[in-house]
């Protein structure tokens, strides 16, 4: 599609300047087209190699009926390209439109959301001035898989989905972009002494592959205190890489840790392309020449590292950090070292006007090996040898509210067929109530009944369920236990 931006790069990148990547830019709503407008001038005064396609989505999209707010033709730019610029969007309020963002890293594969935040001291004001941390997110499972049931009347749950594949990937890409960037510590953060199972895989496929980076320091926290200590002393931390929900909420605390939401941009990356933005929102209020294009020009120089345009990439950074050192700042971050209050496009004059300079104060950006593209190859995947899987029993979920536990083991163990499995355990929310409860533990209508037995097979089970269906007992789920080389994969009664 046409753009009001396209006259930016009218022949700029053709013919004589060589072969250009072609991105996809999508100006986004609100203060989006005005950022972007200014991060291509920018970029292209820079002499970026890039040939954009300007591709509509957001409001005027989801408005139009398109429940997803991305159209055919941006899909269609995307896939040609693998790469895209994208302003911030506005949701419309109400039901029925779908995450923009969410549907774009699940279609696209962009498994590892990477947000760098630091604090750029002296010119915006933080409470953690050596902060420079990089977030790593797992983008595609845990909680946000998006599988949730109602169960019972009192009862939800939210699959949550740990995968060997999935854990590996992104924490072998949270070393690669490690490596590549001059990192020294990696930091996992999950909580495995609760969710021993699905934290614990991703706990210990981190362990795997930190032993393949000895040259890394590694540690292990646990989220709750990792994420306490880090919001006191954010400036010990390098790389943090975590999974979807702690990375989803870590993310956002780090970054306004860093003293202005306009300075920080953010990757989604994948096998299937790379998405680049700012980590702000659309902020219509500001749609005047007042915002602060810094955000989407840091995705942009990741952009063009990320497709290989090193010079380029330390070109804008250093005539960027050379602006804010020279004080020309955008109002969101005025402040005592201010000399001129500038506007979104006499900042980017300002950013072009400085080209070629390298910054005084602060560490100037070199297109050496320390910023190789994150570009990884991703082929690699330890092969893990199959344990041997032995189905020991099987969690039936009951949904009663007809009587008191006891009457529920024995209406149980009277509809149990004498074919191996045996009644050995109920638990209500997790908490062992059968044999043995403790009268105090609140019950609910979702009860966990175990059975177990030697060398289970489908049959048997199945022959239970029916038997279970026939006494007039509502199962609403089953989970099957099984051994994996003898160690139990599934979790025990609390109070068990
Ligand atoms: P917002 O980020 O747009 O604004 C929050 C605050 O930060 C406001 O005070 C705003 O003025 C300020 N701000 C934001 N960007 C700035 C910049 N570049 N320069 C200076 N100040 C800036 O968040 P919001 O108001 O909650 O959301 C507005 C819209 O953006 C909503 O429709 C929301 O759904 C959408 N949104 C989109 C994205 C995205 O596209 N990735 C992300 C977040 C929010």
């Not at 292990?220 to 002393?233: E, K, L, P, S, T």
């Not at 979104?344 to 320390?370: D, K, N, Q, W, Y």
Request: proline share 4%.
């Amino acid at each position: 599609m046409s753009s009001v931006l396209e006259p930016i790069f009218e022949g700029a990148n053709s013919g004589a300047r060589g072969v250009a990547t072609p991105i996809t830019v999508a100006p986004g709503d609100g203060i989006g087209p005005e950022i972007t407008e200014a991060v291509l001038q920018i970029l292209q005064a820079a002499g970026a190699q890039i040939a954009p396609e300007f591709v509509e989505v957001g409001e005027r999209v989801y408005r139009s009926g398109n429940t997803s707010g991305i159209p055919e033709e941006a899909w269609a730019s995307i896939d040609r390209t693998g790469v895209l610029l994208k302003g911030p969007i506005t949701t419309p309020q109400g039901g029925g439109y779908k995450s923009l963002n969410v549907t774009m890293r699940k279609t696209l594969g962009l498994y590892a959301n990477v947000r760098p935040c630091r604090s750029w001291k002296p010119v915006v004001s933080s409470r953690h001035p050596d902060m420079d941390v990089v977030i790593i997110r797992e983008n595609e499972e845990d909680l946000y898989a998006g599988i949730e049931h109602r169960q019972t009347e009192d009862v939800a749950q939210c699959l949550k989905l740990i995968t060997r594949k999935g854990s590996e990937r992104i924490i072998r890409y949270a070393f690669e972009y490690a490596r590549t960037q001059n990192r020294q510590r990696v930091t996992c953060m999950v909580k495995d002494n609760i969710m021993k199972i699905t934290d614990g895989l991703f706990h210990r496929v981190f362990e795997e592959v930190a032993a393949e980076y000895p040259q890394i320091e590694t540690n292990v926290q646990i989220i709750d205190f990792g994420m306490a200590n880090f919001v006191h002393r954010p400036e010990s931390y390098d790389v943090i890489v975590l999974p979807n929900l702690y990375g989803d909420i870590l993310s956002d605390v780090a970054a306004q840790m860093t003293g202005s939401v306009g300075m920080g941009g953010s990757i989604n990356i994948g096998n299937g392309g790379a998405l680049f933005e700012a980590i702000h929102g659309s902020a219509p209020d500001l749609a005047r020449n007042v915002a602060n294009p810094s955000g989407l020009l840091l995705a942009g120089v990741e952009m063009l590292r990320h497709i290989g345009q090193h010079d380029v990439a330390a070109r804008v950074m250093n005539a960027w950090l050379a602006t804010l050192e020279d004080g020309v700042h955008t109002v969101d971050i005025a402040s005592k070292q201010t000399q001129q209050k500038v506007g979104t496009r006499e900042f980017a004059a300002a950013v072009i006007a400085r080209l070629g300079r390298v910054p005084e104060s602060f560490t100037a950006a070199e297109a050496t090996a320390a910023a190789e593209p994150m570009r990884l190859p991703h082929t690699h995947e330890t092969v893990v040898e199959a344990a041997e899987k032995k189905l020991v029993g099987v969690d039936v979920f009951v949904d009663w509210r007809q009587g008191s536990t006891e009457q529920l083991a024995a209406a149980l163990q009277a509809a149990t067929p004498a074919n191996g499995l045996k009644l050995v355990m109920i638990t209500n929310r997790g908490v062992k109530v059968w044999p043995q409860g403790n009268p105090k533990t609140l019950c609910t209508d979702h009860w966990r009944c175990r059975f177990q037995g030697e060398d289970v097979s489908h049959t048997q089970v199945v022959a239970l369920l029916g038997a279970v269906a026939a006494a007039g007992l509502d199962f609403i789920k089953t989970e099957h236990l099984y051994t994996f080389d003898g160690q139990a994969g599934y979790s025990l009664g609390q109070g068990q």
